[in-house]
């Protein structure tokens, strides 16, 4: 066993003295350890509960002959981060969290591992991790939360909660209607309730092979949860004794599956920063423009919140990822010949999987739309791309033209949507927010909330070199690329130049004269870096552009 080394012969009776001070028996140190990489913390709502996962997956190790060792990871929680300094530590964390990981793993020596995340950056995190180590490992994450019901019996998220402030500025929604959505809008534990980030990169790992059937959609407080984090412990002890390990499950063509259901699914545009950046891990390339490709192929079968008015419980009742899989599949639109961490091939997965619900997952030939959830679009404006949610965009804004709002900050931006200075028509753009500008890169759901819950996502397009919440909706453009901090066109923008958006056609046009931007740029000058010292210091000289996937190098 890899474990050996820190447990058997005289040179490891250090190592075994320091392992009987922690109560470990030597009957135990006879069996494979398990490293069971719990996120558990008091502060993220997806992941109060995941010390009772982590029992349950510890109770599957030892039932299946294993000894679990528990460690920890951090996780941050993206709606409390939201909409002040707190953002820029986001994203960020996913390396923090994928650098510890593969530390205490090879510190450690584990036989296996078992991770157990649940939110936005804290999956991608560890498959990163998962990927650098190498050895066995499946995911069980926390689970869904539940939706939120108001009053008058309407299901409710917390993309609506972020739209309420919106409303209120807008002078829709009094202080005492705010109330009620804060007090409904989240009313479990669990990864917050619509197909956002955290909820699209777990049903992600159930689809490139990582997790079990389940995973990504059985609600954080079912108990089949805790069933599904017992038979996750006992699987791990399968995998260690077949050494089957991730860079076996994650090779080429399980990404290239992961995109196609990402498609499907209608996931959030942060899976186009996190897939890049764990294949890379793996030594596998993702092409930002296999997007457009595999999307063109691939119909958007679900429309969950923010998209539409289901969830993930919905999903969960209707058959769950592997029903999306089940549809696609039968179009020949992904590889069901590869392994996974079930000890089976993607089509053994799905032998006698149905499709329960065909409101919540279209069938194959009656989809919402022939193409896939999300687009790449290119231009002058992001010669190297930019990413939206086309399946969350209206159908009269796939197509707009306006001019220019220029605002070098969030907090320029929402100062004036709040203040009622943008209007229908308008294309705000929000700059030096990329990785290396922010530095961090921060979702814009602020922005993005408060122009739908004034009634104007029908009408105001908004472009930024930062990122997005998975609860936006709207022509809500991230990820612009190269970034205005790197030079990026973006940068070169000035209020009231006219931004041609064409999502049918992939195409983000700005409308200036080659002479007038060379001018311009003869004239730009980088600014100061927002922040000197500390870790974000350090992360802004590393990272690379959104469009590799914010990596860093």
Not at 24 to 30: G, M, R
Not at 54 to 66: P, Q, S
Not at 110 to 124: W, Y
Not at 224 to 252: C, N, Q, S, Y
Request: aromatic share 4%; with cysteine.
């Amino acid at each position: 066993m890899r474990s050996d080394v820190v447990k058997k012969g005289i040179p490891a009776a250090p190592n075994r003295s320091l392992l009987y001070a922690l109560g470990y028996t030597k009957e135990e140190l006879e069996r494979p350890l398990i490293g069971v990489v719990c996120s558990y913390n008091e502060i993220v709502p997806g992941h109060m509960n995941l010390d009772k996962i982590a029992e349950a997956v510890k109770a599957g190790i030892r039932a299946a002959g294993g000894t679990p060792v528990e460690f920890p990871a951090i996780a941050v929680c993206d709606g409390i981060a939201m909409g002040h300094v707190g953002m820029k530590y986001s994203l960020v964390t996913r390396d923090l969290i994928a650098d510890s990981t593969e530390a205490m793993a090879m510190a450690h020596q584990f036989d296996g591992l078992v991770m157990i995340p649940n939110c936005d950056k804290n999956v991608p995190g560890l498959l990163m991790a998962a990927a650098r180590v190498n050895v066995p490992t499946i995911f069980v994450s926390g689970g869904p939360m539940l939706a939120g019901t108001l009053k008058d019996g309407r299901r409710t998220c917390l993309s609506h909660m972020f739209e309420a402030v919106g409303s209120y500025y807008a002078g829709k929604l009094d202080e005492e209607g705010v109330e009620e959505y804060e007090n409904s809008a989240c009313p479990t534990c669990g990864s917050c309730s619509g197909m956002y980030t955290a909820n699209s990169m777990n049903c992600l790992t159930e689809a490139i092979g990582m997790g079990l059937g389940g995973n990504g959609t059985i609600p954080a407080v079912h108990s089949a949860r805790l069933r599904l984090a017992k038979h996750a412990g006992m699987k791990i002890m399968e995998l260690v004794e077949k050494d089957l390990r991730p860079r076996d499950i994650m090779t080429e063509a399980a990404f290239h599956n992961a995109e196609t259901i990402d498609m499907a699914l209608g996931c959030s545009t942060n899976t186009m920063l996190h897939l890049p950046a764990i294949a890379h891990e793996c030594g596998i390339e993702l092409s930002f423009d296999m997007a457009n490709e595999i999307s063109d192929r691939t119909p958007n079968l679900c429309h969950l919140a923010p998209a539409g008015d289901t969830y993930m419980e919905d999903l969960d009742r209707a058959g769950g990822v592997y029903a999306v899989m089940a549809e696609l599949a039968k179009a020949g639109l992904i590889d069901t010949s590869l392994p996974t961490c079930t000890g089976k091939t993607v089509a053994e997965n799905l032998a006698g999987v149905v499709n329960r619900d065909p409101d919540i997952i279209r069938p194959i030939d009656n989809p919402y739309s022939k193409t896939g959830g999300i687009a790449v679009l290119k231009g002058n404006l992001a010669p190297d791309g930019c990413v939206v949610k086309q399946s969350a965009v209206a159908p009269e804004m796939m197509r707009h033209t306006g001019p220019a709002r220029v605002f070098n900050s969030e907090e320029e931006a929402i100062e004036a949507i709040y203040a009622g200075k943008i209007v229908a028509g308008d294309v705000v753009v929000i700059r030096y927010e990329g990785p290396r500008g922010g530095p961090g890169m921060r979702e814009m759901l602020n922005p993005t909330s408060a122009i739908a819950g004034m009634g104007l996502d029908k009408d105001v397009a908004l472009i930024t070199d930062g990122r997005f919440s998975g609860a936006t909706r709207g022509a809500s453009i991230g990820h612009v690329s190269p970034e205005a901090a790197a030079g990026g066109n973006i940068g070169l923008v000035e209020e009231g130049d006219i931004i041609v958006i064409d999502i049918p056609a992939h195409t983000i046009q700005w409308q200036v004269s080659d002479q007038v931007l060379e001018a311009r740029r003869a004239k730009w000058t980088c600014p100061e870096p927002k922040l000197k010292t500390g870790y974000l210091a350090r992360y802004a000289k590393m990272v690379s552009s959104a469009d590799k996937g914010a990596i860093l190098t």
